[in-house]
């Protein structure tokens, strides 16, 4: 009888824990670090596994059957075309605005106070931007260039990341003198012990608004459906919200 007893524990314990993928823009490779330890601590049964990459190549694999069950993209567009397709099964929601940012090694003997005008001085060889194809803030920092009419001034500096955080990798290995990156990003422990950064003018680009949905991925069956609604409530709690704005975010109004 004890022996059944325990099994059936173990069986109960097993089908409780819930397992999820979830798809986020780069820019939250740091902030995701402590929500995912603060939902851990609160869920300890659910499995969250995290990939990251530039929002319009998850929008791609998504919409090719990728099997995610929720995304975090840096630009809520691409969550919208994914519920217009019928991909979605939650509402969409804002979690954040983004911020960019010019950041420079503090070795790099780069004065990166001077703003934008730093880009044109002779010892900025090369500039790491997000490719503005498929990541969001590429967009919004190309977007920038232009509206300071510097884009085609330094075009031939820029180095293109795949996405945002490739983009602060290049910048933080030296192989750009400076980077067009998030504000998250920077204001993760390594980047500011490594770095000086320079925040641009909100005016200069499109509001980055970030926002998120629980995906028909999540419904193949009931407990990890269950586990992406937790982790999906669990963002519009105070918690997740400290750990936003503690990287920078601002955060939107209630929907």
């Known amino acids: 009888m004890k022996k059944i007893f325990l099994l059936f524990l173990s069986f109960i314990t097993v089908s409780l824990a819930g397992e999820i993928n979830i798809y986020a823009a780069s820019d939250l490779v740091f902030a995701f670090k402590e929500l995912k330890k603060v939902y851990q601590k609160k869920y300890p049964q659910d499995k969250i596994r995290v990939i990251f990459g530039s929002s319009g190549k998850g929008y791609s694999q998504i919409v090719n059957n990728a099997p995610f069950d929720i995304i975090f993209s840096a630009n809520e567009k ?15 929601k804002l979690y954040a605005y983004g ?10 003997g780069i004065d990166i106070k001077k703003g934008a005008d730093i880009l044109l001085d002779k010892n900025v060889k090369r500039i790491s931007i997000a490719n503005w194809k498929h990541a969001p803030y590429g967009v919004a920092a190309k977007e920038c260039l232009e ?15 795949e996405n945002i955080a490739q983009t602060a990798q290049y910048a933080e290995a030296g192989a750009a003198d400076v980077g067009i990156i998030a504000l998250s990003l920077a204001l993760s422990n390594r980047l500011k012990k490594e770095g000086n950064y320079y925040l ?27 586990t992406a609604m937790r982790f999906f409530n669990f963002i519009s709690s105070r918690e997740a919200k400290n750990i936003l704005k503690k990287y920078g975010f601002s955060l939107p109004e209630k929907q």
């Open 147 to 161: 509206y300071y009419n510097l884009f085609e001034k330094v075009r031939n500096k820029l180095i293109l990341g």
């Open 99 to 108: 911020k960019i940012i010019l950041w420079t090694r503090k070795d790099s």
């Open 200 to 226: 641009l003018s909100e005016k200069c680009y499109t509001p980055i608004r970030q926002a998120f949905a629980v995906l028909k991925h999540a419904k193949v069956d009931k407990e990890r459906f269950n």
């Open 78 to 92: 691409y969550v919208k075309k994914l519920e217009e397709k019928g991909f979605t099964v939650s509402p969409i």
